[in-house]
């Protein structure tokens, strides 16, 4: 692995030739300004002018004030021209030393590329045709110590752009429309739920029962009850406590922390949508997934047809429904139903396909390590599998017409997870039956099993409505909206491993 830690040694002589400058500016007094205030921005000026012809902007005298990054210069002579970017792109300045004078005409000259500049001045264009800010006043308001990437070479190493997040966002533009379209996507659903009278709430991140999910949950101390708490797997428990309350449509944008492996599909901390709504069913609860998925696509994308990673998935067509039986037997041709009852030919079979097997495991976990195995990859259209096992659904309401499959479901796209829902089990003996499996199968080595949570079982005797709730990935949705082929493109700061 690169030593990232190490500054090359040209890099350290450009480093203390802009220390130098900087130290030339803290003898002239104030080194980093705050008193210079833009009032527009790139993308306005180019929005509004950049259809103009050059005759018609010739007349145009207002003065405007704009403060960014030093992306590009080129000197000539008594007249220079640079590139200026700011939140919202980039513009060309066009500096004369007749017109700023001597003093900031220098600035600019001496002026490095990544410093932050102030300027105010009209617009114009050029012979070439390109829409340009003649500056009638310059201003250095941040010297830059670090020189950016070759603008030819630029920034490719992926590792460096997931650790410096920050230099990434300046010198390759199509990150920052990836975090906008994540805003974008995170806002409409939002607006999505609101507007179906769902009520957002925020539940605890520190809890003293890890529950909600099979997870393996960070621990931490807390010193003042001398007790341990977790960090949350899921915020699941306690929404469904709302619900008991009376909070019949709720959900929560959350945060969650599962302490597993780093991988291009997975990072510790992630964000979740989950909501619950009383009354329905994970029948009703796929039909919302299913628009909530095609909506968000179009108000993000701008179609229901999107192209990942060379493939082309469309939205509008209805999404596939299959029970884990059914694409189990459709992925594997050396199995028949009879052997998706019979415990020692799937374990047989799990072990062949690479399967986790432990002799504590059911037919219902086997079928799904071969399932997980098999067939998940696989689903690239989207698709929903149902009839998840009830081994493997410790909070799922049982199937009224097969108690060894639950009313879950979850949605695939490309290949990964997106969306896990259920109807929600609210038979408060059934549940701590269940939370009673948990922890034996943690006490036989599962560290992923469940706590026993007493209070949510006295919660659910106070009576839980019939209830459908839905865990959405974030993450994944906006790396499938985003053409993104790791999850470390679609968050800011990814966990990485330590640098060597």
Do not use: C
Not at 189 to 203: H, K, P, Y
């Amino acid at each position: 692995m690169t030593d990232h830690a190490q500054t090359p040694p040209d890099e350290n002589h450009l480093i203390a030739t802009r220390r130098e400058k900087l130290d030339r500016l803290r003898a002239q007094g104030q080194a980093f300004p705050n008193d210079f205030r833009r009032d527009t921005l790139a993308e306005y000026l180019i929005g509004t002018y950049g259809s103009r012809d050059a005759a018609s902007l010739e007349a145009e005298t207002t003065v405007f004030a704009l403060a960014g990054r030093l992306m590009a210069k080129r000197v000539m002579g008594k007249a220079s021209f640079g590139q200026l970017q700011d939140m919202s792109g980039r513009i060309q300045l066009f500096v004369q030393l007749n017109v700023v004078g001597d003093a900031q005409y220098e600035t600019f000259k001496h002026a490095d590329v990544g410093d932050l500049l102030g300027v105010r001045g009209t617009v114009f264009k050029t012979k070439t045709g390109e829409l340009s800010v003649k500056v009638s006043e310059l201003r250095l308001l941040v010297k830059n110590l670090r020189p950016l990437p070759e603008k030819w070479a630029g920034l490719t190493d992926t590792e460096v752009r997931y650790r410096q997040r920050y230099l990434d966002l300046i010198v390759n533009p199509e990150v920052r429309t990836t975090f906008e379209k994540r805003g974008k996507t995170v806002r409409f659903i939002r607006n999505f739920l609101d507007a179906l009278g769902f009520i957002e709430v925020e539940t605890p991140m520190l809890q003293p029962i890890a529950g909600g999910a099979t997870a393996r949950p960070f621990v931490t101390h807390y010193n003042a009850l001398d007790r341990d708490f977790y960090l949350r797997i899921a915020p699941e428990l306690y929404l469904k406590r709302l619900v008991v309350g009376g909070f019949e449509k709720v959900y929560e944008i959350n945060r969650n922390f599962r302490n597993e492996g780093l991988s291009t599909r997975h990072n510790p901390e992630f964000t979740m949508l989950e909501f619950y709504q009383a009354y329905a069913d994970y029948r009703e609860a796929m039909d919302l997934v299913e628009t909530l998925i095609r909506d968000v696509a179009i108000a993000v994308h701008g179609s229901a047809v999107i192209r990942y990673q060379g493939r082309t998935y469309d939205l509008e067509k209805p999404f596939n429904r299959w029970t884990m039986k059914e694409a189990v037997l459709r992925h594997n041709p050396d199995l028949d139903a009879s052997a998706l009852v019979d415990r020692e030919r799937l374990a047989a079979y799990a072990k062949r396909v690479g399967g986790d097997v432990k002799p504590a495991y059911g037919v219902g976990k086997l079928l799904t390590e071969i399932f997980e195995k098999t067939v998940e990859t696989t689903l690239l259209d989207p698709t929903f599998i149902t009839e998840f096992p009830t081994e493997v659904s410790p909070l799922a309401r049982a199937n009224d017409a097969d108690p060894t499959v639950t009313d879950r479901f979850e949605l695939f796209i490309a290949g990964r997870e997106i969306a896990n829902g259920f109807s929600e089990l609210n038979d408060p003996d059934d549940q701590a039956a269940r939370f009673r499996a948990q922890v034996a199968a943690k006490q036989a080595g599962d560290d992923e099993a469940m706590l026993f949570d007493a209070d949510y079982i006295r919660a659910l005797e106070y009576g839980l409505p019939p209830t459908a709730g839905v865990g959405v990935g974030i993450d994944r949705l906006v790396m499938f909206l985003t053409d993104a082929p790791s999850i470390r493109d679609v968050l800011l700061f990814p966990q990485m491993r330590p640098e060597a």
